[in-house]
């Protein structure tokens, strides 16, 4: 597990150091717009989709908007979020059977 981590904290930092081209990005947004339609292909995952929404935030957005704001996303966007997620106070949740069984170091 240690070497996982390692490796995600490796990119982590690269990803806050390195400037992300455009051509990364746009192989990014190909990748999650493509797993996000596949995901939605079953009328019972679109009804989920719809559903957790209204749930969770009594809103529904069409799957357009998602798509729409996937494509609006910019470098800066994600080194934003990036610099967010990875801060002085990492935000990461892990599941591990013990505490004592995980030893991570940044």
Not at 17 to 42: G, M, P, V
């Amino acid at each position: 597990i240690q070497k996982i981590i390692d490796i995600i904290f490796s990119e982590a930092k690269k990803l806050l150091r390195e400037e992300i081209t455009a051509q990364e990005l746009q192989k990014a947004k190909n990748i999650a717009l493509s797993r996000f339609l596949f995901s939605l292909d079953s009328a019972s995952a679109k009804a989920d989709f719809y559903v957790e929404q209204w749930l969770l935030k009594n809103q529904i957005k069409s799957i357009k908007y998602f798509t729409e704001l996937l494509d609006k996303s910019t470098p800066p966007n994600l080194k934003d979020v990036a610099n967010h997620i990875f801060s002085d106070n990492p935000k990461i949740n892990i599941l591990a059977k013990s505490l004592n069984s995980v030893k991570i170091s940044f």
